[in-house]
């Protein structure tokens, strides 16, 4: 083959070359809030969950993204913020309507509800729930993100993400290094303050009394970090143990203080794999102040 023959075989083999990679290549950038989210679901590594709630919640799914956040809650307040960072992905860990369906029935002629939608509607904003999937990465992506919020990495147990030894301290001194943690919280807490412990265990979000109790009744557990229950559930099952000498103790740090570090693991954890989207973590804090 002649030199100028050879020549214009390579430039059409580049060309063609180049048409097939337009083809068949997406940046992020072109990517729909469904592709996102398959990306997503494939990264935890998990099966398929039947009967999920991790489902898109608002929104249409051929949405084309041009920012994420990262929430635990997808409040009216942090929905305004995404909007501010030209976000309109939101991957939130907790419902978005007040229960755990998001059955919004009831809601129908809500104001509070309406407006809300209406201001997801108007800015064409996709919801989405990360519930499901990302407490069943391995390990626990809610659990890796308290752990590296409470600095307790080199305290946990054959590298679980829910059970640590601490050095000795007393249940009262375990409570002034939390507030270090949450300053602008408060904690229910059902224990002897004098009480010496070591075994601790993470019991984040509200994974129901009976989880809690099971947990109590380990000889090796000595206090539980929880996140919430009804008060007449846990709380009253250890009044009793405390009335009866039983040495353990159980703080409740709240529902959103025992998982939001989750979420902010896992804006980071994103930002591994979505490379040309900007993906922002925004704090909800919680529902309510003490006084």
């Not at 059409?12 to 997503?40: D, E, H, P, R, Y």
């Not at 990360?130 to 752990?147: A, K, L, N, W």
Request: charged residues 20%; glycine residues 6%.
């Amino acid at each position: 083959m002649k030199p100028l023959s050879i020549f214009f075989s390579f430039m059409f083999i580049t060309f063609c070359s180049g048409l097939n990679w337009g083809q068949n290549s997406q940046t992020a950038k072109t990517m729909t809030a469904q592709q996102v989210i398959a990306l997503i679901i494939k990264n935890t590594g998990a099966n398929t969950i039947p009967n999920t709630v991790d489902v898109i919640k608002e929104g249409d799914p051929q949405t084309v993204v041009t920012g994420i956040v990262t929430c635990m809650f997808a409040t009216l307040d942090v929905l305004k913020q995404a909007v501010a960072k030209n976000c309109n992905l939101l991957v939130v860990h907790e419902p978005l309507y007040y229960n755990h369906l998001d059955d919004t029935k009831q809601l129908q002629n809500d104001p509070v509800f309406l407006e809300k939608r209406k201001f997801i509607t108007d800015h064409k904003l996709v919801i989405w729930r990360f519930h499901d999937y990302i407490h069943s990465m391995r390990p626990d992506g809610i659990e890796t993100g308290m752990v590296e919020k409470l600095g307790w990495k080199n305290y946990t147990v054959k590298g679980s993400t829910n059970q640590f030894v601490l050095p000795e301290t007393t249940l009262n001194e375990l409570l002034k290094s939390l507030k270090q943690v949450f300053p602008k919280n408060a904690f229910y807490v059902v224990g002897n303050p004098d009480l010496k412990l070591s075994n601790v265990r993470l019991a984040a979000g509200a994974p129901g009394s009976s989880a809690h109790i099971r947990l109590l009744e380990d000889k090796n557990v000595d206090v539980i970090l929880a996140g919430e229950s009804p008060q007449w559930e846990t709380y009253e099952y250890m009044r009793d143990a405390v009335a009866e000498g039983r040495p353990k103790a159980i703080i409740f740090l709240g529902h959103i203080n025992s998982e939001e570090a989750g979420m902010n693991f896992c804006s980071s954890w994103l930002k591994g794999f979505i490379k040309d989207l900007p993906v922002y973590f925004i704090e909800c804090g919680p529902s309510f102040w003490s006084f």
